[in-house]
């Protein structure tokens, strides 16, 4: 039993007395460091140039890290649990302080005949494009939708930048040379003048209790209202306007300011602004007109505009989404999913499958929301995309699977995006093509096209056509109208930047389209097509275009009309110029 007690050797005699071994000499090969090196002190260890600290202190972690600590990352649900943390009760008090400061409304009784319109909180988290919070962001907004037409608003249409005139902006910097800046107005909507008589409630969690049944009268917009855009548009427009700048005559969002041989574009996308300029003079100057009026919240080089990631470069501007992608791969849970070569199989099969299983359909048109908002900068997800979208009024479980067949390919490559290289050749050149009753819904054709500036393609379509076509020839042409409309538009865009395109060399692999767009007397084999496509005829009597043949393996416009296997499909995605860092 006395054996049993213990698992030593019974061979090795335990001593009555235990002892304590303490070993004073350390083989040097166990010791971490140099045995040699004096005791180095706290106040040492963080001045030398190699600590921690210092290489913290040196890459801007450290304030990031500080600047994080004092923020609250979890966005509220009410205004009563907003009230109840500091960081939110000081980002709304920020807010009203804006509205005193610009004079927004004044406090009154609420005349006979009126109805005030509500108010409500919101809250967001903002964030950069590596997902490190940067400011919490209380919005006071106004319940616009209980806005009565012709007593509370008129006319309400305010121009917005288009995002192919944001990527012709981007390919004209590169080519002419000069650097791309943002700037933010602080509260933007608070300058519009407010021409209507409007009543709105006071903020909740910040009534006055001395005027518990007074209501706010609006002199400037705020956020929700129907004309607050407009009224913007017209502040920021007779500004410029009135400091030498010029709007142009084709998009209502850009405006020009010459001075010699140098220009200064400024486009605008309602408070978002980008600028640039040949002489780094006039950037200056205009910074100072905008804060001689505005209040400027962000300025800096371009690098994050309307979700599109901008990498200005030496050699040139890389243009993708890749925070976007991460993003949406995490809402959809598809990180763990396995990556695909292409976006669509070649044999994909999509039909209406009216014998499938349904899926949830709210989910599935919001996967496709995500996607098509993901091809302003990925045209190679375009036609697969768009093929998708057809089925959203009843989606079953095959076009779920081709849903997520993109969304893997997406995985595999997060980083993919527009590439504009700094090169001489500015040249405008488009190509077109078309399927022939691709639709297995309606068997209707799909146009695609797509148009480049050099190498830097800035605009590309993808769409079904309105009409079902009798033979190739028909289906070409009506693509071929289509992507004219593109180049005219182009054509006088690029007016208002100095530039006069004529004669653009529009790119077709159909014989037969060439014909009946050259020659009349083909008009035979034209009857039955709509009027409103044979507007290319006058087009190209006037040299504003130019048909030129191209064989169908260098027609770039195929990626948007079809599927093709993988060699095929990232051959192509390689000529239209999309670039990958990795």
């Known amino acids: 039993m006395g054996e049993l007690s213990t698992n030593i050797d019974p061979e090795i005699q335990e001593p009555i007395v235990p002892e304590t071994r303490v070993h004073r000499n350390h083989p040097i090969d166990n010791i971490i460091g140099d045995p040699n090196a004096g005791v180095q002190t706290r106040h040492r260890t963080i001045t030398e140039n190699t600590s921690l600290y210092t290489e913290i202190l040196d890459t801007g972690v450290m304030e990031t890290c500080l600047h994080a600590v004092f923020m609250y990352q979890l966005e509220p649900k009410n205004v009563k ?83 192919e005139a944001i990527r012709l902006f981007l390919a004209y910097a590169t080519y002419v040379g000069f650097k791309v800046y943002q700037l933010d107005v602080k509260s933007a909507f608070l300058y519009g003048k407010v021409h209507e008589e409007v009543y709105v409630t006071q903020p909740p969690g910040f009534e006055d209790p001395h005027n518990i049944n007074k209501v706010y009268k609006l002199d400037k917009a705020l956020y929700g209202l129907h004309q607050a855009p407009r009224a913007w548009y017209e502040t920021l427009s007779k500004h410029l306007l009135s400091n030498g700048f010029d709007r142009g005559q084709i998009d209502s969002t850009l405006f020009i300011r010459k001075a010699g041989g140098d220009i200064l574009l400024v486009q605008v996308y309602v408070d978002d602004i980008i600028f640039g300029s040949t002489n780094e003079g006039m950037c200056r100057e205009f910074e100072q007109v905008m804060k001689s009026k505005f209040e400027m919240s962000n300025m800096g080089e371009l690098s994050f505009f309307l979700g599109l990631q901008v990498s200005q470069r030496e050699d040139g501007i890389y243009l993708h989404q890749t925070k976007y992608v991460q993003d949406i791969l995490s809402k959809y849970k598809m990180n763990d999913s396995s990556t695909y070569g292409t976006p669509i199989p070649v ?74 290289s700094k090169q001489q050749s500015f040249d405008f050149k488009a190509y077109t093509d078309s399927d022939y009753g691709g639709c297995n819904l309606d068997r209707k054709s799909t146009c695609g096209g797509c148009q480049f500036l050099g190498d830097r393609l800035v605009s590309w379509q993808c769409k079904k056509q309105s009409t079902v076509s009798v033979s190739t020839c028909e289906a070409e042409y009506i693509a071929a109208a289509s992507s004219c409309s593109q180049i005219l538009w182009i054509q006088q865009q690029l007016r208002d930047y100095g530039l006069n395109f004529t004669g653009t060399p529009l790119f077709i692999d159909n014989n037969a389209t060439m014909s009946i767009t050259n020659n009349p007397v083909k008009h035979s084999k034209t009857k039955h097509t709509e009027i409103r496509h044979h507007f290319i005829r006058d087009c190209a009597e006037k040299h504003l275009i130019e048909l030129v043949k191209v064989h169908t393996d260098d027609n770039l416009a195929d990626l948007f009309t079809k599927a093709f296997d993988r060699s095929r499909f990232e051959h192509l995605v390689n000529l239209i110029g999309m670039f990958n860092p990795e």
Not at 98 to 124: D, M
Request: hydrophobic fraction near 40%; glycine fraction near 6%.
């Open 81 to 163: 649990e907003a009230l109840t943390d500091n960081c939110w009760i000081e980002a709304m008090q920020d807010e009203l302080s804006q509205f005193q400061k610009l004079h927004a409304w004044n406090l009154v009784e609420l005349p006979k005949g009126f109805q005030p319109i509500g108010t409500r909180w919101v809250f967001k988290c903002k964030t950069d494009d590596r997902h490190v919070f940067v400011k919490n962001k209380a919005r006071l907004v106004v319940h616009g939708f209980y806005q009565q037409e012709g007593l509370d608003y008129t006319e309400v249409y305010a121009p917005v930048a288009r995002i």
């Open 347 to 420: 044999n994909h099969g999509l039909h209406p499958d009216k014998d499938g299983k349904d899926v949830d359909s709210r989910l599935y048109r919001r996967m496709i929301g995500s996607l098509m908002y993901l091809t302003a900068s990925r045209p190679d997800i375009m036609f697969a995309v768009c093929l998708c979208s057809r089925f959203q009024s009843q989606p079953k479980e095959s076009h779920m699977i081709a849903v997520k067949i993109i969304f893997r390919y997406l995985k595999g490559k997060p980083r993919l995006g527009l590439w504009y």
